[in-house]
């Protein structure tokens, strides 16, 4: 399987890397399955840091990795995905050992959604109806160094 890694750098050696910002699955390197969705975040992380040039860092990961690695998986946007990316955009992240974390990133659209939800504004199976339809793309968290053992660099690509 090949994935993608947005920024202002390319990324030859992953590294887990703890952040300020309050992200859907918390810290650790983020990959999607998605070009586009990666050139996006390369793009928005080099006019967030006012330096480098946006590119995609290509990776590649056997598909067995869920037989190497625990691996939590959402495989759309429900109830479940909800309370968790929610935990982690709040600062109270739930207590669980995952090596890799993979579902549906809450893009610009569907972060409003959720952060409406979170004011409340409405309840949650409202907030799950309004995200389904949504074609949200997927994410991968890598959150420890022996998930991140599995990658392997292929090229980086300006955009």
Request: avoid cysteine; glycine fraction near 6%.
């Amino acid at each position: 399987m090949i994935l993608y890694h947005g920024s202002n750098i390319v990324v030859r050696e992953p590294k887990i890397l703890k952040s300020q910002r309050f992200l859907d699955f918390g810290a650790g390197f983020y990959l999607t399955s998605d070009f586009e969705q990666a050139q996006k975040w390369a793009v928005r992380t080099t006019a967030r840091r006012e330096n480098g040039t946006p590119v995609v860092s290509v990776f590649e990961i056997g598909d067995n990795y869920a037989e190497v690695v625990k691996v939590l998986k959402f495989t759309k946007p429900d109830k479940e995905w909800l309370r968790y990316i929610t935990a982690h955009r709040t600062g109270n992240p739930p207590v669980d050992d995952y090596d890799i974390v993979v579902g549906p990133v809450a893009n610009d659209q569907a972060i409003r959604t959720v952060n409406n939800y979170l004011k409340g504004y409405f309840p949650e199976d409202v907030a799950i109806q309004l995200l389904l339809p949504q074609k949200l793309k997927d994410q991968y968290l890598f959150r420890t160094e022996k998930a991140l053992q599995l990658l392997v660099f292929k090229e980086g690509r300006q955009v």
